[in-house]
């Protein structure tokens, strides 16, 4: 827990560090490294170094120190890390590590407050919805109050078009200790709406792109794309810090993982980037716009080289599941719907319980989310994490056996309409047979830390622990919590 006096020290640090050269920077950071304990001591060695040479994370910390407002910076600093991430942590520790199945928090909470939307692209899951469609202002209240008290790190909006809801600022000015990432087409972000996300500092905005305007505005509508670019501009000129989101298709893979892409973006003034891929989900799914197995693959490499040379925030789904043991639908996250349906997954257009209904630790702990998550993870492959397109049989057996719903008219073709589980079967043996080396790969290659050793289940020695020498293994570990940090979901945006 962080003392009023040490956030205060700590605001006054954040404040100064813009004006710090480097070397004073390194003299500050040497003469903290004498009054640090000893266990501290090589972070503080590591810090030194990173500033020594600037690498990304140093660097992705001064843009933000510079181009940010004064209230975002307070935001982020105060309900998205100390809050969020470090205080909350005690809570979902109480929670998590007590060995009861019915019993598990969520890290972040998704919400879909409408599924109303001003565009209609291509290939996405949003319907037509009205008004009367809303998740009612009560209901949304009541869900971040609950999640806050479960110790929820942070909540992400998504549609639909949140902005379309009309009590969504509300919402982050009532509940100023909460942080909010929402996902957002853009176009509601116009001078008006920007001065307020200036001035409530709790909401980052995640806008939605496709690549370059041809693409973009082929999926999203002509003149789309700048409309975008000119919101970027608009936040960047109010200091509001923001990312994009892709949904990665077999048309834009390499492009929006490319230099010259995210190099652009970049100088436009976002700080982070969201990949997910294009799921044959929702309404009328499409196999036809997922990448490749082998465009999928690619994106491993390219998101490490990305990361180890932009200063950026990278997050690639599927392919960054090794970093949270596999996947995490229902065990750290979920998904409520406009309806109040409670989902595991943005992904997995299924229910059993309404948060209308029921609390969200109830909706959280039942049995359907007991059961995905006594399936977890669902192969030894972490870069293999889903149970809809790399292990379909799984996806087909748990919805077939738990009386669980469709939370939308045609969400269940995707375990009923024989030709679509046939693509999705071909996909998913395809997939498996070209990601073993990368596995191999990145256990070899990671110099893996006590947290991601558990959470894959291995041994120091990067091999898988058996049934017989796990229990030792995690008594050992077991004030060691896994720290998610890459995990959130795609809205219809």
């Not at 690498?55 to 307070?74: E, G, Q």
Request: charged residues 25%; hydrophobic residues 35%.
């Amino acid at each position: 827990m962080v003392s009023f006096i040490g956030k205060f020290f700590l605001h006054r640090f954040i404040n100064i560090l813009p004006k710090l050269s480097d070397k004073n920077l390194i003299k500050l950071v040497k003469f903290a490294g004498r009054f640090a304990p000893d266990t501290h001591k090589k972070m503080i060695a590591g810090v030194e170094k990173s500033i020594k040479d600037q690498t990304p994370v140093v660097l992705f910390i001064k843009r933000l120190l510079m181009d940010a407002n004064s209230k975002c910076k307070k935001k982020i600093l105060d309900n998205l890390i100390l809050k969020g991430f470090l205080e909350n942590q005690e809570i979902r520790n109480e929670h998590n590590l007590s060995d009861r199945p019915d019993n598990f928090v969520p890290i972040v909470v998704l919400i879909s407050p409408t599924m109303r939307c001003n565009l209609r692209c291509k290939g996405c899951y949003a319907g037509k919805y009205g008004k009367e469609d809303d998740l009612p202002y009560e209901v949304f209240d009541r869900v971040v109050s609950e999640g806050e008290q479960l110790g929820t790190a942070f909540f992400i909006i998504l549609g639909g078009e949140p902005f379309l809801y009309k009590d969504l600022i509300k919402i982050a000015k009532k509940h100023k200790h909460a942080y909010f990432q929402v996902y957002t087409n853009s176009t509601m972000l116009n001078e008006q709406m920007v001065k307020k996300l200036a001035k409530v500092g709790n909401i980052l905005p995640i806008l939605s792109l496709e690549g370059y305007e041809d693409l973009t505005d082929d999926r999203r509508g002509k003149g789309i794309y700048k409309k975008v670019m000119e919101t970027m501009d608009r936040l960047k000129r109010h200091g509001v810090p923001f990312g994009y989101s892709c949904t990665v298709t077999k048309m834009n893979a390499e492009l929006i993982m490319s230099d010259p892409f995210v190099d652009f973006l970049i100088a436009k003034g976002g700080y982070i980037g969201w990949y997910f891929l294009a799921m044959p989900v929702g309404a009328n799914p499409d196999m036809s716009l997922m990448p490749t197995p082998e465009q999928r693959l690619a994106m491993v490499e390219r998101a490490e080289h990305l990361r180890a040379t932009r200063p950026f925030f990278f997050i690639d789904f599927w392919n960054d599941a090794p970093y949270v043991g596999g996947c995490i639908a229902g065990k750290h996250y979920c998904h409520i719907t406009s309806q109040g349906d409670v989902e595991p997954c943005i992904f997995t257009h299924f229910a059993m319980d309404n948060i209308k209904e029921k609390s969200l630790l109830e909706c959280f702990n039942s049995k359907y989310f007991q059961k995905l998550r006594s399936l977890q993870p669902y192969c030894e492959n972490h870069f293999l994490p889903c149970m809809w397109i790399d292990h379909p049989h799984i996806s087909r057996s748990v919805h077939k056996d738990l009386p669980v719903h469709p939370t939308h008219k045609g969400a269940d073709e995707v375990i009923q309409n024989p030709e679509l589980m046939a693509e999705i079967d071909e996909y998913a043996e395809h997939v498996g047979s070209i990601y073993d080396e990368a596995w191999e790969k990145w256990k070899s290659t990671k110099e893996l830390s006590p947290t991601l050793r558990k959470l894959n289940h291995l041994d120091e020695n990067g091999k898988k622990i058996t049934q017989a020498n796990s229990s030792e293994e995690e008594s050992s570990e077991k004030s060691e919590v896994p720290k998610v940090e890459k995990d959130v979901s795609v809205s219809a945006n």
